[in-house]
């Protein structure tokens, strides 16, 4: 392998908890937005019933804003992509998630699984 293979180019984030008491959800938006700002390409997934949270438009209780926070990391061009399955079962709609994340299929999330494990990639599970 070559030198620059060990250069990390690209993180997907993954959040499967939105816990408020937690720090995860903090925590990814953190290391989103310092990824980021160093010129990495960052895909944040959101999935399962819990991590699908963080995306929903509108959220009333928490500290910190955590709409404001993904909005930041949006207009720096963090993706964010959110799993159908998780939504359907909790009930949400696309039309409820922040402005500029994407839906996607669990067979989708699954994809991005095996695209993140060559070298130069890094995944990271919070």
Not at 47 to 56: A, D, E, N, Q, T
Request: proline letters at 3%.
């Amino acid at each position: 392998m070559r030198m620059e293979d060990f250069e990390v180019r690209k993180v997907l984030l993954l959040l499967k908890n939105m816990v408020y008491e937690s720090t995860s959800p903090l925590e990814t938006l953190r290391f989103a937005k310092y990824y980021r700002k160093k010129g990495l390409d960052v895909v944040v997934v959101l999935w399962g019933p819990m991590g699908v949270l963080l995306g929903k438009a509108g959220k009333k209780h928490g500290a910190p804003k955590y709409d404001e926070k993904v909005e930041e990391c949006i207009e720096l061009g963090v993706e964010f992509k959110c799993c159908r399955l998780g939504s359907d079962i909790i009930g949400v709609e696309e039309s409820e998630l922040i402005e500029g994340i994407t839906m996607i299929e669990a067979h989708e999330v699954a994809e991005l699984f095996l695209r993140y494990t060559q070298p130069g990639h890094m995944i990271i599970s919070l």
